[in-house]
């Protein structure tokens, strides 16, 4: 059940839209519920005699019977509530008590306060009503409605657990502010894919992943193509920024703007310029992890950035919270990094990912202090780099970065979750599944190859991975055999060797670095692992001779109190057990 506070000037033009067909007919039966004083609120839904003027007039009287400069702008207090998809449809009568109970949580009207805010709820459709009240009381008093939207999110929760309703996330005030319905509508009316707001912040936060400084910032900003407009001190100093979409104008033709704080709570200037400081940045970003050779810029950048990304697993799963909230501010600005230099195959499910994890970024928890220069660095070094294409090393980097973009999600939602915040990890969680598309697109090409690399390898070799793999991971090693990915791993533990690895040691390390238990398909993670720490190239390389890899199975180990049943390889080459391990 969510209900959605607003405020406004007009009382007949609200009810207008209330008892009108709506913007798509979609309105049906509209009538009263529940009123302040059914007796006293007209309906003109079932009363044929009674007009809106009628209705109008009786809401606003304590509002009309003060002097004019006593008056409020915004006299007019608006709350829908809603319930969520697939709950059932609540009688008028339970629509009635849900009125009841939001006005006098939220202050409008205690129950038994007879001096108490006029009010009335509509019901035009089965899922929601509106409440509609004037915020002036009998005695010509306001009403004490501080933080009401909190305190009709609660009484909602309440309503929710005492009705069998689906229980919803609470809010803590660190969302950013939704489209108005006026904002939704007018971007439906010029064919605009989404309200202004939503577009202005989604490039803004691009403008700030990896800026160096403030002026990077404001750069980044006019190069994207946007209005903006600085707030200036007498002494020349910048006190605020507003930005505006080129063409969004108000019906007197001018620029419609929105300040950095309106458009989300820490895209205010005083929060940006407390990121920049906390995650200071030089020039050029520096390598946090020794590049694999004649790689791309865009490939280099993100092997970079998913050993980073690795470490803040390590940061996430620890007890710092401060550091913990730092790691996720990080992740942000890494993601929309990445959304906006993506390969157009995985580009939308990318932005999708960033604006659903933006959500995660913000909480109670201060993260000034600690530091994300290493996550700040790498987005920075993903901007720089430009765009990958997609193919090759690129392709083959960013499903490496995207495979433990997932694993970052996955420890975000678990770090809400310990801490209460319900919203929050509802984003990182909603965040993590459109990651997965997108490295279910971008693996697909670099997978492909690698597993065709290793269906091609001797069944001896296979073997030899085959006892590699169970010394390493004996109480997961006949699930990893039998996973798609395992012809990609065997075939990596190849390539590794070929480099001069040890491939017994390298698959070791890839394991100790971080647990597998979170990952939806171990071989793809420890793949992308052994590659990154091996230094080997992220796509498939087919050797030209394998005369130097036929060689014979190692001795056999010492008996187990019950003998496993031997190895074998299957049609496809890969090592896979003839039965269930005993």
């Not at 039966?29 to 009786?58: C, F, N, S, Y």
Request: net charge positive.
């Amino acid at each position: 059940m969510v209900p959605d506070i607003s405020t406004g000037s007009r009382t007949y033009g609200l009810l207008a839209y209330l008892y009108g067909p709506g913007r798509r007919d979609e309105h049906t039966d509209p009538h009263i519920v529940a009123a302040w004083m059914p007796e006293l609120a007209p309906d003109p839904g079932r009363d044929p005699t009674t007009t809106l003027k009628q209705l109008t007039d009786r809401l606003d009287l304590p509002v009309l019977a003060l002097p004019k400069d006593r008056r409020p702008a915004r006299h007019v207090w608006h709350c829908p509530v809603r319930t969520a998809p697939g709950d059932r449809h609540l009688t008028d009568a339970e629509w009635a008590e849900v009125a009841r109970r939001i006005v006098h949580a939220t202050g409008i009207a205690e129950e038994g306060d007879a001096k108490a805010c006029r009010w009335v709820a509509v019901r035009h459709a089965d899922d929601h009503i509106h409440i509609v009240a004037t915020l002036k009381r009998e005695d010509g008093r306001s009403p004490r409605r501080h933080e009401d939207g909190i305190r009709a999110q609660a009484e909602c929760r309440k309503i929710e657990k005492e009705w069998g309703l689906q229980i919803l996330n609470g809010g803590d005030r660190t969302a950013a502010q939704r489209p108005t319905s006026a904002e939704r509508a007018k971007a439906k009316r010029t064919g605009r894919a989404e309200p202004p707001r939503e577009t202005l912040r989604e490039h803004v936060r691009q403008a700030l992943a990896g800026a160096a400084n403030e002026d990077e910032f404001f750069r980044r900003l006019t190069e994207a193509g946007l209005r903006l407009e600085k707030r200036l001190a007498p002494s020349g100093d910048i006190l605020g920024y507003k930005v505006a979409l080129p063409g969004d104008r108000n019906r007197d033709g001018e620029p419609i703007w929105f300040p950095g704080s309106r458009l989300a709570p820490d895209l205010s200037l005083r929060k940006i310029r407390q990121r920049l400081a906390a995650g200071s940045l030089g020039d050029e970003p520096a390598s946090v992890a020794s590049r694999a050779p004649h790689t791309s810029r865009p490939a280099s950048a993100r092997r970079d950035a998913t050993h980073v990304a690795e470490q803040a697993v390590t940061v996430l799963a620890g007890d710092d919270e401060a550091a913990g909230a730092a790691q996720l501010i990080g992740v942000g600005e890494l993601l929309d990094a990445v959304a906006q230099t993506a390969p157009t195959s995985t580009r939308p499910e990318l932005a999708e990912a960033a604006r659903a994890f933006e959500r995660a970024t913000r909480s109670h928890i201060r993260a000034e202090q600690a530091d994300h220069r290493a996550l700040r660095s790498a987005a920075r070094g993903i901007v720089r780099a430009g765009n990958a294409l997609g193919k090759g090393e690129d392709g083959g980097a960013t499903a490496m970065l995207l495979s433990t973009m997932v694993l970052v999600t996955i420890a975000a939602v678990r770090w809400h979750s310990a801490r209460g915040h319900a919203q929050q990890a509802a984003a990182a969680r909603q965040a993590a599944q459109h990651l997965r598309a997108a490295y279910r697109s971008a693996s697909a090409t670099p997978m492909k190859a690698m597993r065709e690399q290793g269906r091609q390898l001797p069944a001896l070799v296979c073997d030899r991975y085959a006892h590699t793999v169970d010394a390493a991971l004996p109480g997961q090693a006949d699930h990893v055999l039998r996973e798609p990915g395992w012809n990609a791993l065997a075939a990596t533990l190849a390539q590794a060797e070929r480099a001069g690895h040890d491939p017994d040691a390298l698959l070791q390390q890839a394991i100790e670095w971080r647990e597998l238990e979170t990952a939806d398909s171990v071989t793809d993670v420890l793949v992308w692992r052994l590659r990154r720490i091996g230094k080997l190239p992220a796509t498939a390389d087919l050797p030209r001779t394998r005369a130097h890899l036929r060689t014979p199975p190692p001795q056999p180990r010492p008996p187990k109190p019950q003998a496993a049943e031997p190895l074998v390889r299957n049609d496809t080459n890969s090592a896979r057990r003839q039965g269930p391990r005993r």
